[in-house]
T-cell receptor, first 116, second 112 residues
Framework: AQSVSQHNHHVILSEAASLELGCNYS??????LFWYVQYPGQHLQLLLK??????LVKGIKGFEAEFIKSKFSFNLRKPSVQWSDTAEYFC??????????????FGQGTILTVHP | DGGITQSPKYLFRKEGQNVTLSCEQN?????MYWYRQDPGQGLRLIYY???????QKGDIAEGYSVSREKKESFPLTVTSAQKNPTAFYLC???????????FGPGTRLTVL
């Protein structure tokens, strides 16, 4: 069975600080990887995704993530956070092939609080 | 506007009652999903459906039931057998290729 682990439950930063949120997964096959964000009072929305190709993917709002296959990791980064980045962030994976039918396995979530 | 709607936004239920959460999508997606979100646990899959009149249990299906009579609708019933139903429930859908899932705004269920 797949599992996803996010290293930090709550991260507190000041504006302009750099961000890195850890995500590790366990699965023996080929995976698709996702980062979703949930802003206060808003829908869960996709930040970025990796299916294949360049392991460094860029998403919306200046976020990027790097897939390191040997480490089973997909860490999320942003060089300079803003107060508006305050949200909960979820890493998720699904089986790239076979019969998973797109089912996502989520990490526990990381709450990011950015102080102005 | 294309998207997913869930209703109601807030729902209160007495112990021992069944309650049904609505999920509708106009994205013409074949696959639909129900997740449960609890603080510190992320989202966990309750049920999913790839096509009309077909659905499968997810990781935490006990105490829940679903139906998929129409492509655009995937209601979830929280039964009295669900031991800890207070949670935030999210519905999602995806199209061919099972790539990005789109999420609804969620329903917050509280059992009194």
């Amino acid at each position: 069975a797949q599992s996803v682990s996010q290293h930090n439950h709550h991260v507190i930063l000041s504006e302009a600080a750099s961000l890195e949120l850890g995500c590790n997964y366990s699965y023996g096959g080929t995976v698709n990887l996702f980062w979703y964000v949930q802003y206060p009072g808003q829908h869960l929305q996709l930040l970025l995704k990796y299916f294949s190709g360049d392991p460094l993917v860029k998403g919306i709002k200046g976020f990027e993530a790097e897939f390191i296959k040997s480490k089973f990791s997909f860490n999320l980064r942003k060089p300079s956070v803003q107060w508006s980045d305050t949200a909960e962030y979820f890493c998720a994976v699904n089986n790239a092939g076979g019969t998973s039918y797109g089912k996502l396995t989520f990490g526990q979530g990381t709450i990011l609080t950015v102080h102005p | 506007d294309g998207g997913i709607t869930q209703s109601p936004k807030y729902l209160f239920r007495k112990e021992g009652q069944n309650v049904t959460l609505s999920c509708e999508q106009n994205l013409n997606h074949d696959a639909m999903y129900w997740y449960r979100q609890d603080p510190g646990q992320g989202l966990r899959l309750i049920y999913y459906s790839q096509i009309v009149n077909d659905f499968q249990k997810g990781d935490i299906a006990e105490g829940y039931s679903v139906s998929r009579e129409k492509k655009e609708s995937f209601p979830l019933t929280v039964t009295s057998a669900q031991k800890n139903p207070t949670a935030f429930y999210l519905c999602a859908s995806t199209g061919l290729g099972y790539n990005e899932q789109f999420f609804g705004p969620g329903t917050r269920l509280t059992v009194l």
